[in-house]
């Protein structure tokens, strides 16, 4: 637990000010890290999603904790560095403080803006319409009025907000259905998640935002009095790092389409892993069978008998598409053969 005299110091004592232009090379780096861990995860979603892996391992739970563990990064980084610009000094400096504040949300909303547009157009039943640059725009306008208030306040603020989706999920909270309106999708605080590509919403999200503020200004004025701010990246790996850190936007916005273009040309090429989509069948089949009545046991062993008995009878080549009336028959006929058959008892 913190102590009072640090809560103190930390409430009324903010970091000093970051000169205008001035940038700390420690926080670049720590970015350009969580770059690499993004395009990595980015790369397995690719595969996945391309056929050249037997499954999307991005969307396995291992996938998905890592997903959140990146950008719950970002996000307390950029609650860093929103206390790092404002920093403390004359008001000369708060006009600069102020532009490059506007500026800088202008090109994240545009950016965010554009990742819509394009994903509207390649993903059209999956688009991104409140992704993780949307919540870093909205969470810096709503967190200004948190760079002023005591780090306790922001400290309060994070846990209310990283708590809030758990308290309606468990029904702590009394539910507004108002919440599950799709215009309100943003917020997180709705039942059920939609069908998107990148989902960050406000809620619990904006808590990593204020935890970040907290922490900076907490540990701010000793960080600013230690060594840290004259760190320079040594090295040429921590170097490509802090470079990578100073220009995230632009790498966050070219590396996906690079990948994937590259990645398509891969695939037309070599063809898809002779067992992708396989194990994503499986999970729709046993879900849908067990929906439709049956045990979860015989629907387990059924959906990898139909597996093989697709591709026994040339179905799997067209499970991806239409099926023709007669091609529907077998496949329905062959699907109630192996239900029945894990259903029998030995």
Same mark, same amino acid.
């Given at each position: %637990?913190?102590?009072?005299?640090?809560?103190?110091?930390?409430?009324?004592?903010?970091?000093?000010?970051?000169?205008?232009?001035?940038?700390?090379?420690?926080?670049?780096?720590? $970015?350009?890290?969580?770059?690499? *861990?993004?395009?990595?995860?980015?790369?397995?979603?690719?595969?996945? @999603?391309?056929?050249?892996?037997?499954?999307?391992?991005?969307?396995?739970?291992?996938?998905?904790? *890592?997903?959140?563990?990146?950008?719950?990064?970002?996000?307390f980084?950029?609650?860093?560095?929103?206390?790092?610009? $404002?920093?403390?000094g004359?008001?000369a400096?708060? !006009?600069?403080?102020?532009? =490059?504040?506007? %500026?800088?949300?202008?090109?994240?909303?545009?950016?965010?803006?554009?990742?819509?547009?394009?994903?509207?157009?390649?993903?059209?039943?999956?688009?991104i319409?409140?992704?993780?640059? @949307?919540?870093?725009?909205?969470?810096s306008?709503?967190?200004?009025?948190?760079?002023?208030?005591?780090?306790?306040?922001? !400290?309060?603020?994070?846990?209310?907000?990283? !708590?809030?989706?758990?308290?309606?999920q468990?029904?702590?909270?009394?539910?507004?259905?108002?919440?599950?309106?799709?215009? &309100?999708?943003?917020?997180?605080?709705? =039942? +059920?998640?939609?069908?998107?590509?990148?989902?960050?919403?406000?809620?619990?999200?904006?808590?990593?935002v204020? !935890?970040g503020?907290?922490?900076?200004?907490?540990?701010?004025?000793?960080?600013?009095?230690?060594?840290?701010?004259?760190?320079?990246a040594?090295?040429?790996?921590?170097?490509? &790092?802090?470079?990578?850190?100073?220009h995230?936007?632009?790498?966050?916005?070219? @590396?996906?389409?690079?990948?994937?273009g590259?990645?398509?040309?891969?695939?037309?090429?070599?063809?898809? @892993?002779?067992?992708?989509?396989?194990?994503?069948?499986?999970?729709?089949?046993?879900?849908?069978?067990?929906?439709?009545?049956?045990?979860?046991?015989?629907?387990?062993?059924?959906?990898?008998c139909?597996?093989? +008995?697709?591709?026994?009878? +040339?179905?799997?080549?067209?499970a991806? =598409?239409?099926?023709?009336?007669?091609?529907?028959?077998?496949?329905?006929?062959?699907?109630?053969?192996?239900?029945?058959? *894990?259903?029998?008892?030995?």
């Amino acid at each position: %637990m913190l102590g009072a005299a640090a809560m103190q110091s930390a409430e009324t004592t903010p970091p000093a000010a970051v000169p205008p232009g001035r940038r700390f090379a420690a926080l670049d780096a720590a $970015r350009g890290a969580a770059l690499v *861990a993004m395009a990595a995860y980015h790369l397995a979603w690719d595969l996945g @999603h391309l056929g050249l892996t037997p499954e999307n391992y991005a969307l396995t739970p291992p996938g998905k904790a *890592a997903a959140h563990g990146i950008a719950g990064t970002f996000l307390f980084l950029v609650g860093i560095g929103l206390v790092l610009m $404002r920093g403390r000094g004359e008001a000369a400096t708060e !006009a600069i403080r102020r532009r =490059r504040f506007l %500026m800088r949300l202008l090109r994240i909303g545009g950016a965010a803006l554009a990742i819509t547009a394009a994903t509207r157009i390649a993903f059209p039943d999956s688009y991104i319409f409140f992704g993780i640059l @949307h919540c870093i725009a909205l969470s810096s306008v709503l967190a200004v009025p948190f760079l002023r208030a005591p780090a306790l306040v922001s !400290a309060l603020g994070a846990v209310a907000v990283l !708590a809030a989706p758990h308290l309606v999920q468990a029904e702590v909270l009394p539910p507004v259905r108002v919440f599950d309106d799709p215009v &309100l999708a943003f917020l997180g605080l709705g =039942r +059920g998640v939609p069908q998107t590509n990148d989902y960050v919403p406000l809620f619990p999200w904006f808590g990593l935002v204020l !935890a970040g503020i907290a922490a900076a200004r907490l540990a701010g004025p000793a960080a600013v009095r230690s060594s840290l701010p004259e760190w320079a990246a040594t090295g040429r790996a921590m170097r490509g &790092l802090a470079m990578a850190g100073r220009h995230s936007l632009s790498i966050y916005l070219v @590396h996906q389409p690079v990948l994937l273009g590259l990645l398509t040309g891969v695939v037309a090429l070599s063809g898809q @892993h002779p067992r992708a989509g396989e194990a994503e069948f499986r999970r729709v089949y046993a879900r849908n069978c067990t929906e439709t009545g049956g045990e979860a046991g015989p629907c387990r062993i059924a959906a990898r008998c139909v597996v093989v +008995g697709f591709r026994r009878e +040339g179905l799997w080549a067209e499970a991806g =598409r239409s099926f023709t009336p007669a091609d529907r028959a077998r496949a329905q006929a062959l699907s109630q053969a192996c239900y029945e058959a *894990a259903a029998s008892p030995p």
